[in-house]
């Protein structure tokens, strides 16, 4: 089992920076890559970044270049650094890490983040 903490939510004016942090405990030696998804109200569940124990990286279009995800293996923690914020950056942003193993997956509770214009 794998337990993920998320933090770093909150209000910010467009244009302005928010940094989420998610800490993994239990079975971390089981966690491949970890990630952001976000779900917006009324929308599916999306990815955001991805990254993996070695620190490949993935990101979706729609942030690419203003979202830089990364990870602290020895903290068990992975960040996502959010800049040029925009309204539609608006959704409940959740953590999950993926083991080794493709029949688990993890997830966090889930922190809000609301961009104001």
């Known amino acids: 089992q794998v337990q993920l903490v998320e933090s770093g939510g909150g209000l910010v004016q467009a244009g302005g920076s928010l940094r989420l942090s998610c800490a993994a405990s239990?079975?971390?030696?089981?966690?491949?890559?970890m990630g952001w998804y976000r779900q917006a109200p009324g929308k599916q569940r999306e990815l955001v970044a991805t990254?993996?124990?070695?620190?490949?990286?993935t990101y979706a279009d729609s942030v690419k270049g203003r979202f830089t995800i990364s990870r602290d293996n020895a903290k068990n923690t992975v960040y996502l650094q959010m800049n040029s914020l925009k309204r539609e950056d608006t959704a409940v942003y959740y953590c999950?890490?993926?083991?080794?193993?493709?029949?688990?997956?993890?997830w966090g509770q889930g922190t809000q983040v609301t961009v104001s214009s």
């Open positions: 999950n890490a993926r083991p080794w193993d493709p029949r688990y997956e993890y």
């Open positions: 990254i993996t124990r070695v620190g490949s990286t």
């Open positions: 239990g079975s971390i030696f089981s966690i491949n890559a």
